[in-house]
């Protein structure tokens, strides 16, 4: 009996997988410019692939000896994907191939493109 109902969990999360995987690619190739793009991959691709090793933990503790392998790839996974799609974001807004973000209220300096005025000349010689 539980080798039924691990069957039917293994087969909804590869459903699931396959469904995060298909709306991901999807995004890649459709979507306009790259900052939009970006979500395809860094959000749905990852949800597929955790779908994918929850699968796989489930048939590995099923039907064999069972291993945790898939919960380092997951973790592995969870933690690089934002912190990529963070660096590629701020090279799309640098090299201004997207809209940029609007000024920071108030004089304040915290955005990536506002830079202090002792800071300017620095700026311009480095290019």
Known sequence: M???AA???IAAFL???LAFTLVA???LLK???PMT???APTKAGTLGTGAFLM???IHSFTFTTGALHEVLIMAFLFVTAPVSANFISRVNIHKRTCDTPPPPGNGATW???DVPEEDREYREQAG
Do not use: K, N, P, W
Request: hydrophobic letters at 60%.
């Open 2 to 4: 539980i080798e039924i």
């Open 7 to 9: 069957t039917l969990a």
């Open 15 to 17: 459903f699931i997988g």
């Open 25 to 27: 690619a999807i995004g």
């Open 31 to 33: 979507l306009a410019d």
């Open 37 to 39: 793009r970006l979500h």
């Open 55 to 57: 699968a796989s933990m």
């Open 111 to 113: 955005s990536t493109l």
